[in-house]
C-alpha cells in the first residue's frame, strides 16, 4: 500500500536505531575505538540533523523549534565526539598504539 511508505521507512529507521543498543559490541577487531566512535557518532550527528529537515518535509510546514532541536541534538553529539578524541588522542596515536 503507497500510502503507508512513509511509515514503513520511518518504523524501518526506528528499528534500525533500536538495533545501535548492541552497536558496542560492532566494533571491528583491530580497529581504534576512539577513532571508531568518532565516525559513529559523526554519522548520529547527521541523524540528528536529518530528523529536523524530515518533519518538515513530512509536514510540509517549517518547523523552527523542531530544527533548532535537532541541531542542538546534533551539536550535542559532535562535542561528544570531540571530547572522546581529544581524551582518547592524549594517549593513542592514529594507528592505535599508546602515545610516547
Do not use: K
Not at 514503513?8 to 526506528?14: H, I, K, N
Not at 566494533?27 to 518538515?56: M, T
Request: hydrophobic fraction near 45%; charge should be negative.
Amino acid at each position: 500500500m503507497a500510502g503507508n511508505d512513509g511509515s514503513v521507512a520511518v518504523r524501518e529507521a526506528l528499528e534500525a536505531l533500536r538495533g545501535l543498543d548492541a552497536v558496542r559490541d560492532a566494533r571491528p577487531a583491530g580497529i581504534d575505538r576512539f577513532f571508531w566512535s568518532a565516525d559513529v557518532l559523526d554519522d548520529l550527528a547527521r541523524v540528528a540533523a536529518r530528523l529536523g529537515q524530515v518533519v518538515e518535509e513530512v509536514s510540509g510546514e517549517e518547523g523552527p523549534a523542531v530544527r533548532r532541536a535537532a541541531d542542538a541534538l546534533g551539536t550535542a553529539i559532535v562535542a561528544h565526539r570531540n571530547s572522546l578524541l581529544r581524551h582518547g588522542l592524549g594517549r593513542l596515536e592514529r594507528d592505535g598504539t599508546p602515545a610516547a
